[in-house]
């Protein structure tokens, strides 16, 4: 088995003679990007090589038992784990300079012995690395791209960009990490949409959930899952887009914002503790003003940690008085994003919601 090290960095280059297959992308007049069509990447098999890229954040010894506890998981798993050249890097309060975390995703890029791009963990900053990948490689090598947080800029991005088919889902510091291992939801959710080119379908919640921080070397403590809750009932279907919204919303007016018309929207929040109704208001503002609640046909919302049950009444409130003028169904609640354990979700991929039948499904397969 891989051991976590400096030197576990990587080498080579190339771009896989594979040819993507392709969907139809949602079309938004708004929207600086013309049409594409989505790239899927290929599916993982065992024994396929994982890079990992810090994208949003410096490494800290702190998380030296979480990083190795993360990379031996996926090992047992059948997998082996590369660390790009700067993931362990170190800039006392900033982020490690974003040239140096362009290179190491377009190197992974262009490594064909990489089949997926697993990020390291959430934080800020990542919007800087875009204009500094090189999209013509990404093009040519299509791989899969998945985090989640801060990450959704670069998911989107690529989205955008080039079609990337991207993935929300579990960190190697979140996620991959949990002790004593990740919860069985999150792999298993991951297991079926990177590994089986077919659709999903049905997506269900998890028996028991959490949003408990601890040491990283203990168990968090779990409570029952109260289920998904339907704000506003009705059917939708269109391709998935989303992830952390105020960090998508950074992306508006840039290259690298996603057409939205007829898509469903799947968003979530982090609550750091205050302001984040504040925040939530000041978002869905913005949403409401751009014309975004006139375009897209669905709305999924992730459920809010360490949210006090006064305050999850409110935010519902809020997302009503936002969207009051349009008639799409709202899906709420559901575990993705900063709450454990997660689903794996496509960006860019046919799902459908109907309330009737109590459903959200993954229509279409996400890789080939």
């Not at 051991?3 to 040819?19: C, E, P, T, W």
């Not at 204009?131 to 801060?150: N, T």
Request: with cysteine; proline share 7%; charged share 20%.
């Amino acid at each position: 088995a891989l051991k976590v090290a400096a030197g576990a960095l990587l080498a080579g280059s190339g771009i896989s003679a594979n040819r993507p297959a392709t969907a139809k992308r949602a079309d938004d007049s708004t929207s600086t990007n013309p049409m594409r069509e989505s790239i899927k990447p290929p599916k993982l098999v065992p024994q396929d090589t994982i890079g990992i890229v810090s994208t949003a954040t410096s490494f800290f010894t702190v998380h030296e038992s979480a990083l190795q506890r993360g990379v031996t998981y996926l090992e047992g798993a059948g997998l082996h784990v590369q660390l790009a050249q700067h993931t362990l890097d170190q800039r006392q309060h900033l982020n490690p300079p974003a040239q140096h975390r362009a290179e190491d995703l377009n190197q992974m890029f262009a490594d064909p012995k990489i089949k997926a791009i697993f990020c390291l963990s959430g934080g800020s900053g990542v919007n800087a690395v875009l204009p500094l990948l090189d999209w013509e490689q990404i093009e040519k090598s299509p791989k899969i791209v998945m985090g989640y947080s801060a990450i959704t800029a670069l998911l989107i991005g690529l989205y955008a960009k080039v079609g990337l088919v991207t993935f929300h889902g579990p960190m190697i510091l979140n996620g991959f990490s949990e002790y004593p291992q990740p919860f069985p939801y999150t792999w298993q959710s991951l297991e079926q949409m990177l590994f089986k080119a077919e659709p999903v379908g049905i997506l269900n919640p998890p028996a028991q959930w959490t949003d408990a921080y601890t040491s990283e070397d203990q168990p968090r403590a779990m409570k029952t899952n109260p289920g998904w809750h339907w704000l506003r009932e009705g059917k939708a279907s269109g391709p998935l887009l989303g992830g952390n919204l105020s960090v998508m919303l950074t992306l508006v007016g840039t290259p690298y914002w996603v057409p939205l018309r007829g898509a469903i929207l799947c968003v979530e929040e982090v609550n750091f503790g205050s302001g984040l109704l504040r925040k939530v208001d000041e978002s869905l503002a913005q949403c409401q003003q751009m014309g975004l609640f006139d375009q897209i046909a669905g709305l999924v919302i992730g459920k809010v940690n360490e949210l006090p049950e006064e305050e999850e009444k409110l935010f519902e409130s809020l997302i009503l008085e936002y969207t009051a003028d349009s008639q799409f169904p709202i899906l709420t609640g559901v575990d993705f994003g900063h709450t454990a354990p997660q689903l794996t979700l496509p960006i860019g991929i046919q799902a459908s919601l109907d309330s009737q039948q109590d459903r959200f499904s993954i229509d279409e397969a996400a890789v080939r």
